[in-house]
């Protein structure tokens, strides 16, 4: 028997994938943040079925967000080299990671080194910080979204690479603009092919 199985959301009707081990558990919904109780159509199944260590419901179509449960739960311990990083604000993209560059501050007429321009980062504001997550392929295959609203937590960016992954008080949401500076920056970061290719996060990003 498959570890996982497909349920709906009652709110917004997205196809979700949970393991048989969150059975009678309520997790949130990654996309509309509201309360599933997950539990299968046949309630026989559910009485054969062996309890295993709990997991997060994701989003079967597209990227995997946090379950809500725990807050932080798809947050690297450090900076996975082949991701990409991004500060997101709510009209631009403040700031950028990926190897080999370090984080990359807005300086208003493009990026430059963050440790080098102190002065542009933000000192307060409410900000996502988007993992991109890139497939062994080159692809982006997925995000993980994280809130930062802490003061001052941004000049983290100028010292250590991963202390910004220690100023993340929550799961984060993306609001439309948002979403379409992320677009703007897979459009200009990644070959046409890349782009085309990366069917799960253009389709999310590209929902109201």
């Not at 009485?47 to 079967?60: A, C, K, R």
């Not at 994280?146 to 993340?168: P, Y």
């Not at 949401?173 to 677009?183: C, E, G, P, R």
Request: with cysteine.
């Amino acid at each position: 028997m498959s570890d996982l199985f497909q349920i709906n959301c009652p709110s917004c009707g997205s196809k979700l994938n949970a393991k048989v081990g969150l059975i009678g558990q309520t997790r949130h919904c990654p996309k509309c943040r509201e309360p599933v109780l997950i539990q299968r159509d046949n309630p026989q199944e559910q009485t054969s079925i062996t309890v295993n260590e709990p997991s997060i419901v994701t989003v079967q179509t597209g990227p995997t967000l946090g379950s809500g449960t725990n807050p932080i739960e798809n947050l690297p311990e450090q900076l996975e080299f082949r991701n990409r990083y991004l500060v997101v604000g709510t009209d631009r993209i403040v700031a950028m990671w990926e190897t080999g560059k370090g984080w990359q501050v807005n300086v208003g007429n493009g990026f430059a080194s963050a440790k080098r321009n102190f002065s542009a980062i933000p000192d307060q504001g409410n900000f996502a910080l988007v993992e991109l997550v890139i497939a062994s392929t080159g692809i982006p295959a997925g995000l993980h979204i994280f809130n930062i609203s802490m003061r001052g937590a941004l000049t983290s960016l100028f010292r250590d690479e991963g202390e910004i992954l220690h100023k993340v008080d929550g799961v984060g949401k993306l609001t439309k603009n948002q979403k379409n500076l992320l677009l703007n920056y897979l459009r200009q970061n990644f070959m046409y092919e890349v782009f085309a290719e990366a069917h799960e996060v253009v389709t999310f990003l590209s929902e109201p």
